[in-house]
């Protein structure tokens, strides 16, 4: 396998897997590392053959940047430059992930703060629906009750 085939195999695999710009910069690093081993004696077809598989390597680089990716999504936005033409990760991570990119981080104090908010806001608004309904439902469930005592079940 030559150079050329060993960067087009590693290019195919990384297709669609992550951004183009992480792409591009596996492929750089891996021609500068073939060329630099070559210079230092080794043939090409050495070098290639102690990288191994393209596919491999790919299949590692796809994990250790996934893994990476969720561990620090603003670095690596920084890292690579990610613009909103480049589809990379936000395309492929699941529900949960995204949500958890739009509602924040909530091991934060903030976001123990606005999760403590919420709760209490929810159980206010809860008390005072049923504060309001209340005097409504006593009633009616009073006479629903007098009712079934007197006419009972007509069966």
């Not at 492929?27 to 210079?39: K, L, N, S």
């Not at 790919?58 to 990716?69: C, Q």
């Amino acid at each position: 396998m030559t150079r050329q085939e060993f960067l087009q195999e590693l290019d195919l695999a990384l297709q669609g897997q992550m951004g183009q710009a992480a792409i591009n910069e596996n492929i750089r690093y891996y021609e500068t590392y073939i060329v630099e081993e070559a210079g230092k004696g080794k043939t090409e077809q050495m070098v290639i053959d102690q990288l191994g598989n393209p596919r491999l390597i790919a299949k590692t680089l796809i994990n250790t940047t996934n893994k990476y990716y969720r561990q620090s999504k603003d670095r690596y936005t920084e890292s690579y430059g990610k613009d909103e033409s480049d589809q990379g990760f936000d395309a492929r991570s699941s529900k949960k992930e995204r949500w958890n990119i739009r509602l924040g981080k909530r091991n934060t104090w903030y976001g123990k703060f606005f999760t403590i908010a919420a709760a209490i806001l929810i159980i206010v608004v809860v008390a005072n629906v049923v504060a309001f309904l209340l005097p409504i439902l006593v009633p009616v469930i009073l006479i629903l009750l007098i009712g079934s005592l007197f006419f009972g079940s007509r069966r």
